[in-house]
Nanobody, 116 residues
Framework: QVQLVESGGGLVQPGGSLRLSCAAS????????MNWYRQAPGKEREWVAG????????NYADSVKGRFTISRDNAKNTVYLQMNSLKPEDTAVYSC?????????WGQGTQVTVSS
């Protein structure tokens, strides 16, 4: 009964910012690292960012490095993705996931559209 619910997507202009949230339930959130992925139409799903269970270590895809920041609030069972300096090529459905020994769980995603 793992549940991951993304929110915060929408339409923004190039250069704008957006903050995505992923609310988690059904597992001990603070035990696991979390990841953000994105998938644009006609493209494969791309890993965007990851964060360890404590928030002390983060990693980013080269395409978003310096523009996106992943963070988490374990008290709220929520992981965030702050997206700045957005580009049209950032347009995609953004999903969070968690990898456990039992398997991988995904949220349904939130649409981010960057367009003028």
């Amino acid at each position: 009964q793992v549940q991951l619910v993304e929110s915060g997507g929408g339409l923004v202009q190039p250069g704008g910012s957006l903050r995505l949230s992923c609310a988690a339930s059904g597992f001990t959130f603070s035990w696991y690292g979390m990841n953000w992925y994105r998938q644009a139409p006609g493209k494969e799903r791309e890993w965007v960012a990851g964060i360890d269970n404590t928030g002390g270590s983060t990693n980013y895809a080269d395409s978003v490095k310096g523009r996106f920041t992943i963070s988490r609030d374990n008290a709220k069972n929520t992981v965030y993705l702050q997206m700045n300096s957005l580009k049209p090529e950032d347009t995609a459905v953004y999903s969070c996931n968690v990898r456990r020994t039992f398997g991988t769980d995904w949220g349904q995603g939130t649409q981010v559209t960057v367009s003028s």
